[in-house]
C-alpha cells in the first residue's frame, strides 16, 4: 500500500484514537471512524477498528474484566446487542445529513446532561439501564457511537472512574462479538482491510499503551474532563460541515 496523504492521515487519526481509548476505555471509534471513513470509506474503516482494537486490547481487557460489574454492564451490553440492527435499519432509510445532525445533536445534548452535574441517585431501574442500552446500541449501528449514552449513564452515578473504565471494556467486549459476526456474514474483512489493519495497529499500540499509563495518573476529576472532550470531539466530527475539512 502506497504511502499516500490518505494513509498518513489514517495513521494520525489511528494514534489518537489509541491515545484516547486507552486513557478512557471508550472513544476510539469516535475518533478513528469520522476520520478514517474521511480517506477510505466506512466499510473499510469499520472492520479495521473492529480488528485493530479488539486484538490490541486483549492484555487490557483481561484485567478490566476481572474489576468489571456484570451486574451493572449485562442488562446494558444485551439491549445495546438487540438494538444494533435497528441502528443499520435506520441507517439504510435516513437521509444521511439528516441521520448526522441528529447525532451531534444527541453527543451535545449528553454533554450539557453531564457538565450541568446532573446524578441520579440510588439504584436505577432495570427498564431505564435496557433503554440505555437500546440507545448506545441503535447510536452504534448507525455510527459507531454507542460509548457516549453509556459513559453519561455511569458518569451520572457517580461511580468511580476506574470502574467506570473497566465496566466500558466488558460492555465493549461483548458488543464487539456481535459487531464481528455481522461484518464476516457481510463479508467486510477483505483483503484491504486486512493489510491496513496491519499498516495501523502498531500506532494505535502505542496509542494505547500510552493512554493506559495517563490513565494510571489520573484523578476521577481529570477522567470526567477527559471524557467530556471525547464526546464534545464526537458531536464536532459528527457535524456534516467539517465535510470539507476532513476530505481536502
Do not use: K
Not at 478490566?64 to 435506520?90: E, K, N
Not at 451531534?104 to 439501564?129: D, E, F, K, Q
Request: contains cysteine; positive net charge; aromatic residues 8%.
Amino acid at each position: 500500500m502506497p504511502l499516500d496523504p490518505a494513509l498518513l492521515w489514517a495513521a494520525s487519526a489511528a494514534l489518537v484514537a489509541g491515545i484516547t481509548r486507552g486513557f478512557s476505555g471508550f472513544g476510539g471509534a469516535l475518533i478513528f471512524m469520522p476520520l478514517v471513513s474521511a480517506a477510505y470509506g466506512p466499510e473499510v474503516a469499520a472492520p479495521v477498528l473492529l480488528a485493530v482494537d479488539t486484538v490490541l486490547t486483549l492484555p487490557i481487557l483481561r484485567r478490566a474484566l476481572r474489576a468489571c460489574l456484570w451486574r451493572q454492564v449485562l442488562p446494558l451490553a444485551l439491549a445495546a446487542v438487540a438494538m444494533v440492527p435497528v441502528g443499520v435499519a435506520i441507517l439504510g432509510r435516513v437521509d444521511p445529513i439528516v441521520l448526522r445532525w441528529a447525532l451531534a445533536g444527541v453527543a451535545l445534548g449528553l454533554l450539557v446532561l453531564l457538565m450541568s452535574g446532573w446524578r441520579h441517585s440510588g439504584r436505577p431501574h432495570l427498564a431505564v439501564t435496557l433503554g440505555v442500552g437500546a440507545l448506545a446500541g441503535t447510536l452504534g449501528g448507525v455510527a459507531q457511537m454507542s460509548g457516549p449514552p453509556v459513559v453519561a449513564y455511569w458518569i451520572g452515578g457517580n461511580h468511580p472512574a476506574a470502574q467506570v473504565r473497566a465496566n466500558l471494556f466488558g460492555f465493549f467486549a461483548l458488543v464487539t462479538v456481535a459487531s464481528a459476526l455481522a461484518y464476516w456474514r457481510h463479508g467486510l474483512f477483505t483483503g484491504e482491510v486486512g493489510r491496513l489493519s496491519l499498516i495501523l495497529a502498531p500506532l494505535y499500540a502505542i496509542g494505547l499503551v500510552g493512554g493506559s499509563r495517563a490513565f494510571a495518573g489520573a484523578s476521577d476529576r481529570t477522567y470526567r474532563r477527559a471524557a467530556y472532550v471525547v464526546i464534545a470531539l464526537a458531536a464536532l466530527l459528527s457535524l456534516p460541515w467539517l465535510d470539507g475539512l476532513l476530505r481536502s
